[in-house]
Structures are given as structure tokens and as C-alpha cells.
């Protein structure tokens, strides 16, 4: 099946009914309940780690490139 060229809300329609065919009716709302629950603050985290020290990031970098090289 050529999931590419469908529209995302006919691709979000048979992704919905194949769950319900593999997990059930009941699986597939516990399922759901379980994806959207989740924790934290993504945005203020997201935020955290593109405002980090440059000075952080190139030593970050300079370990990845060591490692590399070794």
C-alpha cells in the first residue's frame, strides 16, 4: 500500500481501524489514553536545550568528534 500518497486524515482513518482490528475496540481507546498521556513540559524543556550554553554545546561537540577520531 502506497501510504505516501494518501491525505493525513485517510492515512489517521486506517491507521484508527487497523488498531482496531489488531487491539479491539476496548484496546485501541486504552491505547489511545496511554499515547496522549504524557508528562513534563515539552515546550519549556524544548526551549531549555535550544537556549543552552553555546559554550556547553561545543564542548558537546568536541567530545562527539573525539570519540570519533579515537
Do not use: C
Amino acid at each position: 500500500m502506497a501510504t505516501k500518497t494518501l491525505m493525513p486524515d485517510e492515512l489517521r482513518r486506517r491507521g484508527y481501524e487497523a488498531l482496531v482490528k489488531e487491539l479491539g475496540p476496548d484496546g485501541f481507546v486504552r491505547f489511545l489514553q496511554d499515547l496522549r498521556a504524557g508528562h513534563g513540559d515539552y515546550t519549556a524543556e524544548r526551549r531549555a536545550r535550544l537556549d543552552a550554553d553555546p559554550e556547553t554545546l561545543d564542548r558537546i561537540l568536541d567530545e562527539i568528534n573525539q570519540k570519533q577520531h579515537s
